[in-house]
C-alpha cells in the first residue's frame, strides 16, 4: 500500500513553505514587504529590503528574481508574483532616508576590501555597521564595479547606483578609487596595514572564442565593449554588428550598439531559445527593439578583406545533441551549413573570468586548477590567515543577488575572526493574526506588466526602457502574493476529528487518514509515541489514530478551516524570520 508521507513542522520546513524567502540567497523577508506594500506602507516595505538585500533600487530592477521560481502562485495558480518589481516600487515610492539615525559603536579595528562591485560593497556597509574602520580599493575612477561598467544605464540608471554607494559612503566608508591593487600597492602592503582583506575583484576577463581572425581590429569582447560604453569611451560601432552569446552581456552589448547607431544587430547563439541564460523579459525587449536572433548558429571564423579589421564573419548550423553536465543539450555542427555575414563588428560575449594576475606568490594563496582562489565556502576565509574573498572572484560570473549573500556573510566571518563573538539569527517566532483579510478576486487578478517606453524613445543609452509600477498597480499586484509566511497552527488538544476543516477547504489541502496509511521520518514516531503512550510500531498496530494532516503547498491562506472549526483547534499566524541583525539595524 502506498502511504502519504507527512512530517512534522520544524523551523526548516517553516521556512522550505516560504518559497520566495527561502530560494533568495539572502533570504529576503518577501512576504512580510508584499504585506506592508499591500498596507502601502512603502516606508517599511523598503526598510525590510535594506535589512535584507542592501541595494533594493538596484535589485528591483535587475535581479535575476530566484524567488519567483519558487513563488506559490506560479507553481499553483497561474503566474507568480512580480516579486522584483514590487521590490522596485518600495524603493520608488519610500518617503526617508535610510541609515540617516545609525549610531555606530567604533572598534580599532580596520579592513580593507579590494573590488567596489556589489559584493565588495555589501561586505563594506555590514563591516562598517558592525564599527569597522573600512577602506574600499576600485581600480576603475568610480565604485559600483559591474553595477557602472557593465550592466547599461537603459537597464540600471546610473543615479540608482550612485544612491546605494552614497548610502554605504554614509556609514563612513572609505572609497579609494583609480587605485588598482597590484601596481605601486599590492596586497601583501594591504595585509600588514590592515587587520583583515576581503577580495572581490569580479571577473573582468573577457573568454575568448578561440576562432580565427578573433584578434583582428572590429572584434571587441562583451565585458571589455560594455566597459568602453559606460565609461563613454570613443567607439567605432559601424552599421552592421554582429554579437555572439545568449546571456546579459550578449543582450546588453547588441541594445547598446542599436542605441549607439548601428543599423543592423544581430544575435548569435549556438544552442535554442530553450537553453538560453537569458531573462524572458530582457530577450522580449531585444526581440521588439529589432534585433534578430539567430539560433543554432555558431561563428566558426572571422573573415577580413584587408586583413585588419573585421568585415564579416563565417558561421555553421547546430543541431542539439544529449544534454551535456549543466544539463543543457550539446550544439553539434552541421556539416556544408556553413555561410558568411557581412559586419562591421562582432562582439563575442561567451564568458567572464577572474583576473588572479594581481595576487603575489609569495604570499602562497591557494588557486585551484580552473585558475581561481580557493576559499571555504562557507566562511569564505582562504587559506592565508586574515584574507578572505567572494563574488565573481572566486566563482566566474553569477549574479548580484548570489554576490551580495558573499559579502554578507563573509562580513561576518572576518567579524568573528576579528572578534571571536559569532552573530547568529535570532530564531523565529509567530504572531497571531485575528482575522485574515482575503480579497475575493484573489485568484482572478492577473499578474501586472510593468510598462516600458515605446521603442521609438529607446534611442538614447541613459534612457530607462522600464517605468516600473503605479502605486495603485503594485498595490493590486502584492493582493495577489498568497501570504505562504501565514500558516494554520494546530492544538490537537482541541481537535475532535470532526473533519470540518477537510469538507471545507477549497483546495483540498486536508486529509483524513488512519495512522497506517501514513508514514514520516523518526521525529513523526516520537510524536505519535508521545500522543498515544506506545511505541510507533505498536500504535500502528493497534491502527489506534486517526489523523488530519495538511499539505501546505497547497494553500491559499484563505482561513476557511480557521472559521469552520468547532472548537477553536486552528488559528492563523504569521511566521517571522529575522534578518541577521547587526547593531544599530531597526528591523
Ligand atoms: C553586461 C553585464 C550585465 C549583467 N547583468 C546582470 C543582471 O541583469 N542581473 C544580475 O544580477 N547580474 C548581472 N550581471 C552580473 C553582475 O553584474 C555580477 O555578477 C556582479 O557585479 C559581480 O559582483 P562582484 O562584486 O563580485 O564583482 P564586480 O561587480 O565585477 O566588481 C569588482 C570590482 O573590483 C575591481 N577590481 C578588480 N581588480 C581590482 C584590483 N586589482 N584592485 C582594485 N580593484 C579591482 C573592479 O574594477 C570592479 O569594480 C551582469 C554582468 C555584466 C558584465
Given at each position: ?9 520544524n ?8 518559497g520566495?524567502e527561502?530560494?533568495c540567497?539572502v533570504?529576503?523577508r518577501?512576504?512580510?514587504y508584499?504585506?506592508a506594500?499591500?498596507?502601502?506602507n ?5 526598510e ?19 524567488c ?15 516579486i ?7 524603493a520608488?515610492?519610500?518617503t526617508?532616508t535610510?541609515q540617516?539615525?545609525?549610531?555606530i559603536k567604533?572598534?580599532?579595528k580596520?579592513?580593507a ?11 563594506a556597509?555590514d ?19 559591474m553595477?557602472n561598467v ?6 540600471l540608471?546610473?543615479d540608482?547606483?550612485?544612491q ?13 578609487t583609480?587605485?588598482p591593487?597590484?601596481?605601486e600597492?599590492?596586497?601583501?602592503n594591504?595585509?600588514r ?9 569580479g ?5 575568448k572564442?578561440?576562432?580565427l ?10 565585458v571589455?565593449?560594455?566597459?568602453l ?21 550578449a543582450?546588453?552589448a ?14 548569435l547563439y ?6 538560453m ?8 525587449q531585444v ?10 548558429t555558431?561563428?566558426i ?6 586583413g ?10 547546430n543541431?542539439l545533441?544529449?544534454?551535456e553536465?549543466?544539463g ?7 556539416e556544408g ?5 557581412d559586419i562591421?563588428?562582432?562582439i ?13 606568490e609569495?604570499i602562497?594563496?591557494e ?11 562557507e566562511?569564505?576565509?582562504t587559506?592565508?590567515?586574515?584574507i578572505f ?5 572566486v566563482?566566474?560570473p ?13 562580513a ?18 509567530f ?19 510593468i ?9 538614447s543609452i541613459d ?17 495577489r ?13 482541541k481537535?475532535?476529528l470532526c473533519?470540518?476543516c ?6 483540498y ?12 521520518d523518526e521525529?513523526?514516531s516520537?510524536?505519535?509515541t508521545?500522543?498515544?503512550?506506545v511505541?510507533y510500531?505498536?500504535?500502528e498496530?493497534?491502527n489506534?489514530?486517526t ?10 491562506q484563505c ?5 469552520r472549526?468547532p ?5 492563523m499566524?504569521e ?13
Open positions: 500500500m502506498n502511504r502519504f508521507h507527512v512530517q512534522v513542522p523551523q526548516r520546513w517553516f521556512e522550505e513553505n516560504i520566495c527561502n530560494a540567497p533570504n529576503t518577501v512576504p512580510q508584499i504585506s506594500i499591500r498596507e502601502e512603502y516606508n517599511l516595505a523598503f525590510l529590503n535594506r535589512g535584507d538585500n542592501l541595494f533594493p533600487a538596484i535589485l528591483g530592477r535587475i535581479c535575476v528574481h530566484l519567483e521560481e519558487k513563488c506559490r502562485r506560479g507553481l499553483l495558480l497561474d503566474l507568480p508574483i512580480s522584483c518589481s514590487l521590490k522596485r516600487a518600495s520608488d515610492f519610500k526617508y535610510p540617516q539615525d545609525l549610531v567604533k572598534t580599532s580596520k579592513v576590501i579590494i573590488g567596489a562591485g556589489p559584493s565588495g560593497l555589501s561586505a556597509n563591516l562598517a555597521k558592525l564599527g569597522y574602520s573600512i577602506a574600499v580599493y576600485e581600480s576603475f575612477p568610480i565604485p559600483g564595479g553595477l557593465g550592466i547599461p544605464a537603459y537597464r540608471p546610473r540608482v547606483v550612485q546605494a554607494i552614497e548610502e554605504v559612503r554614509r556609514l563612513g566608508v572609505e572609497m579609494i583609480r587605485t591593487i597590484g601596481k600597492l599590492n596586497l601583501e594591504l595585509r596595514e590592515y587587520d583583515a582583506v576581503y577580495i572581490a575583484a571577473a573582468h576577463k573577457a573568454e572564442l578561440g576562432i581572425g578573433e584578434d583582428l581590429q572590429g572584434v571587441i569582447h562583451g571589455t565593449f560594455m566597459r560604453v559606460n565609461l563613454k569611451e570613443d567607439l567605432k560601432i559601424g552599421s552592421r554588428v554582429a554579437v555572439v552569446g545568449g546571456g546579459n552581456t543582450m546588453d547588441a541594445r547598446s550598439s542599436l542605441r549607439l547607431g548601428a543599423e543592423e544587430v544581430f544575435i549556438r544552442r535554442t531559445r530553450e537553453e541564460p537569458v531573462d524572458s523579459r530582457e530577450l522580449e526581440e521588439e527593439e529589432g534585433i534578430k536572433v539567430h539560433y543554432l555558431q561563428p571564423q572571422v573573415l577580413s578583406r584587408d585588419i579589421r573585421v568585415s564579416g564573419v563565417q558561421c555553421i548550423r543541431r545533441g544529449d544534454p553536465k549543466d543543457r543539450r550539446r550544439p553539434i555542427p552541421i551549413t556553413e555561410f558568411e555575414i562591421d563588428l562582432l563575442p560575449a561567451v564568458s567572464q573570468s577572474p583576473d588572479i594576475s594581481f595576487l603575489p609569495e602562497g594563496l588557486i585551484s586548477k580552473w585558475d581561481r582562489l580557493s576559499v571555504n565556502p566562511t569564505f576565509e587559506n592565508v590567515h586574515g574573498a567572494g563574488g565573481d572572484f566563482t566566474g553569477r549574479d548580484v543577488i548570489r554576490v551580495i549573500a558573499d559579502g554578507r556573510k563573509a561576518l566571518s572576518i567579524h568573528y575572526y576579528l572578534s571571536g563573538e559569532k552573530l547568529e539569527k535570532k530564531s523565529a517566532y504572531t497571531f493574526i485575528p482575522e485574515v483579510e482575503i480579497d475575493p478576486d484573489l485568484e482572478k487578478i492577473t499578474r501586472q506588466r510598462d516600458t517606453i515605446p521603442i521609438q524613445e529607446r534611442k534612457k530607462e526602457v522600464e517605468l516600473g509600477f503605479a502605486r495603485e498597480v503594485a498595490v493590486k499586484e502584492a493582493v502574493c498568497l501570504q505562504c509566511h501565514i500558516f494554520t497552527i494546530f492544538d490537537r488538544t481537535c475532535i473533519g470540518g477537510v469538507d471545507i477547504c477549497p483546495k489541502c486536508f486529509r483524513m487518514a488512519r495512522l497506517d496509511e501514513i508514514e514520516g521525529s513523526f516520537r510524536l505519535v508521545s500522543l498515544y503512550g511505541p510500531e505498536e500504535a498496530r493497534l489506534r489514530a489523523v488530519i494532516f495538511k499539505d501546505e503547498s497547497r494553500c491559499i482561513g476557511l478551516c480557521v472559521k472549526c472548537t477553536g483547534t486552528i488559528t499566524e511566521y517571522h524570520r529575522e534578518s541577521t541583525l547587526y547593531r544599530g539595524d531597526k528591523v
